[in-house]
């Protein structure tokens, strides 16, 4: 009889062992609460760039980090008294299949109706624009009618394209 309940005090205490080794396998949802000070607004970054809008706004899935900078290192580096939070986004990786975004200029096959394209403060053309990479552009400045035309001589409009590295430079 003690054999019997020994036995069966092992396999239950083994059985009770390998479930709680088991891990919940449902996928959580994380989100991202900020708690502040009454009154407080600090500044929020994000890749590196103000944001100036709701953190709600954000998807939690896509940031890989974040971090608070307050007191006297908030004020040095970023003049923020409120103190600074830096988000940083997981990049999206390209799959070796997938296309990769372009930016086209739409009716330029009629060489005459296309507008002038000015990279980096140099003259440039629709095949260098093609060949530039989304990830490289740091903005795009449309000008029209008018302006293009007294500015830039460009009566079809004038797209301007400043880069990460041209704008180091």
Avoid at 63 to 92: P, Q
Avoid at 97 to 116: L, S
Wanted: glycine content about 4%; aromatic content about 4%; overall charge positive.
């Amino acid at each position: 009889m003690k054999k019997i309940i020994l036995t069966t005090c092992v396999i239950v205490l083994s059985i009770c062992l390998v479930q709680a080794q088991t891990t919940d396998k449902s996928p959580k949802q994380e989100t991202l609460h900020v708690k502040l000070k009454d009154g407080a607004k600090p500044d929020i970054y994000v890749d590196g760039k103000k944001f100036d809008f709701p953190l709600d706004l954000l998807d939690t899935d896509r940031i890989e980090s974040v971090d608070v900078i307050k007191g006297k290192m908030a004020i040095k580096e970023y003049n923020s008294k409120h103190g600074v939070i830096i988000i940083t986004t997981k990049k999206k990786e390209l799959k070796v299949n997938e296309p990769q975004p372009q930016v086209k200029v739409i009716d330029y096959a009629d060489i005459k109706k296309t507008p002038k394209i000015i990279i980096d403060k140099k003259n440039s053309s629709q095949e260098v624009l093609n060949k530039l990479s989304p990830d490289d552009i740091e903005s795009i400045k449309v000008i029209k009618d008018e302006q293009a035309v007294k500015k830039y001589n460009a009566p079809n409009g004038v797209i301007i394209i400043t880069t990460k590295k041209g704008n180091k430079e």
